[in-house]
């Protein structure tokens, strides 16, 4: 059985600030871009998914942010929206008030 994601998310943050300590946001946000690419080319990778998560974990760490806590509130928010019918690509945006 698996550990709690909190607890294997914590052990990748102090990893990546021990191996990583002078990466910036950029930096981090910019090797997130590239993993989503690699893991859009092959969605059901599992490494890929996890390097995604691994990378936004150590991003969202650097500024005190706790990622179940932030996708919480997202969560309860994107309940109150009226959402859009699928581009073109398939992508479902919220409808976007003025």
């Keep these: 059985m698996s550990r ?3 607890d294997v998310l914590a052990e990748v ?3 990546g600030c021990e191996t990583f300590p002078r990466s ?3 930096a981090k946000t910019k090797h997130l871009l590239k993993e989503a690419a ?10 890929e998914m996890a390097d995604v998560l691994m990378i936004l974990a150590h ?3 650097a ?4 990622l179940a ?3 919480e509130a997202k969560l309860a928010e994107c309940r109150t929206r009226t ?3 699928p581009d073109v690509d398939g992508v479902v945006e919220h409808v976007r008030r003025l």
Excluded at 38 to 47: G, H, K, T
């Design 69 to 71: 806590e932030a996708v």
């Design 4 to 6: 709690p994601l909190d």
């Design 38 to 47: 690699e893991l859009d080319a092959n969605p059901s990778s599992p490494e």
């Design 13 to 15: 943050v102090a990893w």
């Design 83 to 85: 959402w859009a019918v």
């Design 63 to 66: 500024h005190g942010v706790v």
């Design 24 to 26: 910036t946001d950029s």
């Design 59 to 61: 991003l969202a760490a």
